[in-house]
């Protein structure tokens, strides 16, 4: 059975006093005058738990604040495993029990599985905390977008239908596997497949262009056929059947994703339609990515994020848009969400041109927000949102404060590009981020 809490602590697990230490450890008091958290984190954990006899697992704690140690010094769950062996402060903030060290798979599995939704109410916890000592009482908001990639590579249709027999081919090698001595007809067309991806990459002429797609995509769809022929001759084969419901999930995940970039691919480079990015896949393996284009700058794979930041520099809510919404449909929501967490609108709003319009500062207005200033009037004038200069010019500068927040949080909470997998690790992702970046700023503000 898992337990809460450390039971057996050393007497001897001292922090470090270095400034790194000395922050590690307020951090740890931080989090004990929120024990309920403790609670919310085993929920997550008991879906798939250890079981009751046999080696007890990490307590819930330990885990929780491995978590919060992997985001805060942006460590992979090797290096993670190897500062827990080897720091005394990183095992006296961990609270690890006496001889137990945890191995990089161990880490990898308990983290993994606190959701997003549980983060979401430790970040909550925190801000509760701050607004109980009068560090955040929210009633001066400023509000931005910024984007987390995935880990995908910039998609092209050829690269997909690259991927796709190569997923494909893997499948027919892992059938083959599990037919054993009865043989699985297929031929390993992945080498022409980068063949042709390749040259496709160096065409100059579109003509040329276009035949080389057509081969490629003929080769993916033979290799598919394979794969449905493997699909009939496994379901009258006796073999494993644990292994063959995994091998048969994966089929039923990756087929209709791969139809859908074949039916892209002809689209596109054959008939010359445009499709639009919801109908797009981008990925095989990261299929929930969306394209995000900011006005005139780079193209990005991953979600867009609207967050909302405080005087104190705390991160007070985020939210991982789905699609490419323009920032000024989620102004209103934004701020709507802001009200529920805090009981009241905030007196003071600041926030990114992006979202100016008309009917947003009236929306404004009309909720109880005395003062608002977006950084582009966009034919708005500063009358009629603040009251005078001066108030526009403090609250634009106070907007770029939230920037000085994203490029931390993109530079050393890993907020730049998410490294999980999927779409529910990808949220859990942001939102530990922003509870470690939380409870460090925290920390460094007012340490218990």
Not at 241 to 251: R, V
Request: aromatic share 8%; hydrophobic share 40%.
């Amino acid at each position: 059975m898992r337990e809460k809490r450390t039971s057996q602590i050393s007497i001897f697990d001292l922090f470090s006093q270095h400034q790194i230490g000395k922050e590690l450890q307020a951090m740890s008091d931080r989090l004990d005058q929120c024990p309920q958290i403790l609670d919310w984190v085993a929920a997550d954990l008991h879906r798939r738990d250890v079981f009751d006899t046999g080696r007890k697992g990490l307590p819930i704690e330990t885990i929780l604040r491995c978590a919060i140690l992997k985001q805060y010094r942006q460590l992979s769950y090797e290096e993670l495993a190897f500062h827990l062996s080897d720091s005394a402060t990183f095992q006296a903030f961990a609270r690890l029990p006496i001889g137990m060290v945890p191995k990089k798979s161990v880490l990898q599995q308990t983290i993994s599985q606190i959701q997003a939704f549980t983060w979401e109410r430790i970040n909550q916890c925190l801000l509760g905390q701050a607004q109980e000592e009068k560090i955040e009482r929210g009633n001066k908001v400023r509000i931005d977008s910024t984007v987390t990639e995935s880990m995908i590579h910039a998609p092209s249709d050829s690269s997909l239908l690259c991927d796709s027999v190569r997923v494909m081919v893997r499948l027919l090698k892992q059938a083959q596997e599990l037919a054993a001595d009865v043989p699985i007809p297929y031929s390993n067309h992945l080498r022409l497949a980068r063949k042709r991806a390749r040259r496709i990459l160096y065409a100059r002429k579109a003509k040329h262009r276009t035949r080389l797609y057509k081969e490629l995509i003929e080769v993916t769809r033979t290799t598919d056929e394979y794969l449905r022929q493997a699909q009939r001759q496994l379901a009258r084969l006796p073999c494993d059947f644990m292994a063959y419901e995994i091998w048969l999930s994966q089929c039923h995940h990756y087929r209709p994703l791969i139809e859908k970039v074949i039916w892209q691919s002809e689209q596109r480079v054959i008939y010359g339609q445009n499709l639009a990015a919801e109908e797009k896949v981008f990925s095989l393996f990261e299929e929930h990515t969306d394209i995000i284009i900011k006005g005139n700058r780079d193209i990005q794979y991953g979600h867009k994020l609207n967050l909302s930041s405080g005087k104190s520099g705390l991160i007070l809510d985020v939210v991982i848009e789905t699609g490419n919404p323009a920032d000024s449909e989620r102004f209103v929501p934004m701020l709507e969400r802001h009200i529920e967490r805090y009981g009241a609108a905030p007196t003071h709003l600041a926030v990114d041109g992006g979202y100016a319009s008309t009917d947003n500062l009236e929306k404004a207005k009309g909720i109880g927000v005395e003062e608002v200033a977006f950084h582009k009037k966009r034919g708005l004038s500063i009358e009629q949102m603040v009251s005078s200069q001066w108030v526009y010019r403090q609250l634009r500068n106070f907007r770029a404060g939230i920037e000085a927040g994203i490029s931390c949080l993109k530079r050393a909470y890993g907020l730049a590009r998410c490294t999980w997998k999927g779409l529910e690790h990808f949220q859990s992702y942001v939102w530990s981020s922003v509870v470690a970046y939380n409870l460090a700023l925290l920390a460094r503000l007012k340490p218990v």
